[in-house]
């Protein structure tokens, strides 16, 4: 499938969430639906767990405890906020990312089968998926419930992997501000 035009990719992005917004397949808490992106020109794709409670009751991915946790080490990587498998697998074929970010354990299991966390984040890494190659940069899962972050050289790996982040995704021109 060749590159879309960035009007392209935004009808096929809008499509793509009206059907994911109507999906119903699922047995969600009444009121609860399905949490679609805005982008509509991404240079990378986030992929996260399932989402939790705070996320779900307000349709916004990554809004609770974690999700600021994030987005904060995102921030630390200049990057700004702003900026289910066959959903993804879908996603995946039209945005065909440059760069894709497995944010915890069962995201990155998805790219890159069971390893090590150590063996992966901090690095930067070529997948294949559905839509086709993308630089992999994972990242821990930023709850706060796992001990990984702890273990000795792992924040330092946590780092590295913000700081590849922010050279793939900031937009060209622009500096760190580290």
Request: overall charge positive; proline content about 7%.
């Amino acid at each position: 499938m060749a590159s879309l035009t960035r009007a392209a990719l935004s009808r096929a992005l809008d499509d793509h969430c009206a059907r994911v917004a109507a999906c119903r397949r699922c047995a969600l808490a009444p009121g609860v639906m399905p949490i679609v992106s805005r982008a509509r020109a991404p240079r990378g794709i986030l992929v996260g767990q399932a989402p939790g409670q705070t996320e779900m009751g307000g349709g916004q991915l990554f809004a609770g405890r974690a999700g600021r946790t994030l987005f904060k080490r995102l921030a630390s990587a200049g990057i700004d906020e702003s900026t289910a498998r066959d959903w993804l697998a879908e996603e995946l074929r039209i945005i065909r990312p440059r760069v894709l970010v497995p944010v915890g354990r069962l995201a990155i299991d998805r790219f890159f089968g069971p390893v090590p966390l150590a063996a992966v984040v901090g690095g930067e890494h070529e997948v294949e998926h559905e839509g086709g190659r993308s630089l992999a940069i994972p990242l821990p899962h930023p709850s706060g419930a796992s001990s990984w972050i702890h273990a000795p050289g792992n924040r330092a790996l946590l780092h590295r992997a913000l700081a590849l982040l922010g050279e793939r995704l900031r937009p060209a021109g622009e500096r760190s501000v580290a």
